[in-house]
């Protein structure tokens, strides 16, 4: 079974200050890790993907096979980060488009 | 390019009725997914269509079904409403069907079961 665990349901940082969602996962197979975004108001959206390895609005994440981890990190919190945040995995191996998604993590940026 | 489109976007039915979801995917995409969101249970995956298919299927019991057309629209279909099935119907649709593929999403259809 795949599994994905959301720790926080809410985090409050200040402005300026680093961000880090955490985001631990299972799955016996080789997963891919993303992390979707949804704004206030808006649809839920792709901020990144493990197989990208890109740096999307200043977020990263890294996946860590080894503490099944990939938690999503921003060194320096904006206002306008202020959503709803949601680890998701795939199975590569015959998984097609079966996303798990975490709970969610609400970031909060305060001014 | 037009986005990911659902109808209605709203609906309040009763216990015991059926109820039939609609989604439109983006242009040339063949693969569409549905998922349900509830604020007890979070996003939970329905099941997924590729090619007319379904192809994976999500721990739901069978009062819910799905289908895609040749146009790769595709509908989802409750029998016998629950008060439990009162959530938010995502679909979200990917162009081709491997897991990598970015899925994209509708902005949801709001069911209330009373």
């Known amino acids: 079974a795949q599994r994905v665990t959301q720790p926080e349901k809410l985090l409050s940082v200040f402005k300026g200050a680093p961000v880090e969602l955490k985001c631990n996962y299972s799955y016996s197979g080789s997963p891919e890790l993303f992390w979707y975004v949804q704004y206030s108001r808006q649809r839920l959206q792709l901020l990144l993907r493990h197989i990208s390895r890109e740096s999307i609005k200043g977020f990263t994440a890294d996946l860590n096979k080894g503490e099944t981890s990939f938690h999503l990190k921003k060194p320096f919190a904006q206002e306008e980060d202020s959503a709803m945040y949601y680890c998701?995995?795939?199975?590569?191996?015959?998984?097609?488009?079966?996303?798990?998604f975490g709970t969610g993590t609400q970031l909060k940026v305060e001014l | 390019k037009a986005g990911v489109t659902q109808t209605p976007r709203y609906l309040i039915k009763t216990r015991g009725q059926q109820v039939t979801l609609s989604c439109s995917p983006i242009?040339?995409?063949?693969?569409v997914s549905w998922y349900q969101q509830t604020p007890g249970q979070g996003l939970q995956f329905l099941f997924e269509y590729f090619s007319e298919t379904q192809r994976n299927k999500g721990n739901f019991p069978g009062r819910f079904s799905g289908r895609q057309f040749s146009n790769s629209r595709s509908e989802m279909n409750v029998s016998t409403l629950e008060l439990g099935d009162s959530a938010l119907y995502l679909c979200?649709?990917?162009?081709?069907?491997?897991?990598?593929?970015?899925?994209?999403f509708g902005p949801g259809t709001r069911l209330t079961v009373l």
């Open positions: 998701a995995l795939v199975g590569v191996t015959g998984g097609g488009n079966k996303l798990t």
């Open positions: 979200a649709s990917s162009f081709t069907g491997t897991g990598d593929n970015e899925q994209f």
């Open positions: 242009s040339g995409h063949r693969s």
